[in-house]
Structure formats: C-alpha cells, structure tokens
C-alpha cells in the first residue's frame, strides 16, 4: 500500500489514516525524530492480505511512503532550513571546473537515446569477416 507524505511529515512525524482493501479504517503514527525516507517501506503487523493456508489469518501490510517535496523555496525558508540543519561544508579543489545542473526531463533521455541509435545507424558498416 502506498502513502503520501509531506516533507513536514516525514521529518517531524505525523499521525495518518488509511483504508484498507477490507474496507477497514486504520489509524497510526510515524513518531517524532524518525525521519522517513522517498520510498521507504513501514510494516504494520497482522493488517496484510489473508494468508493462503488460513484465510482468517492475516500477513503484514507493508506500506510504502512516498515523500512530496516542495517544488520551490523561498529565500527565507531556504535560510531557515540551513541554520537548522547546518549542511556540511565543501571542499572545492583549485582546479575545479565549477558547472550547475539542471533538471532534465524524459525528453532529454529520449533525445539522448534517438541520437545514439542515430550514430549506430550510419556506423554500422565497421570491419566485416573475410570470406575464404
């Protein structure tokens, strides 16, 4: 089962519900300083799926969180979040070349891939076997 997390959540911890498959409501906690992980799997259990060799007896239910980022941060928020969370300090060689990344998108994989069967295509015509 999947659950959606705010960062908020994940970090602080927080008290969520969610439906089961039987149609049952359940009600549990994430505690506070236990910070979940994108795609971490919790288990509660005894709330599964019936199991195959007694239908009465229930697994576990295994829930995976996924964690909602914020898409944007102000600069005040982004001043806050460092004093609290001091980031490390990097150490930049002198000879290093400074670049920025920046979010690529499915099309750049795509792209990226038409571009190298492109190559492929008029290659293809490299040492052949001699017939003797």
Known sequence: MMAKLTLSEAISGCTKNLRTLDGR???????PGEVISHDECKVIQGEGMPTRRDPTEKGDLIINFKVDFPKHLNRDAINKLVKLLKPPKVEIPKDAELKT???????HFRNRRTHSEDEEMRGGHGV?????
Do not use: K
Not at 25 to 31: E, K, Q
Not at 128 to 132: E, G, I, K, L, M
């Open 101 to 107: 990344a920046i979010a690529c998108g499915d099309s």
């Open 25 to 31: 409501d359940l009600h549990f906690t994430l505690l």
């Open 128 to 132: 052949q076997c001699q017939t003797q």
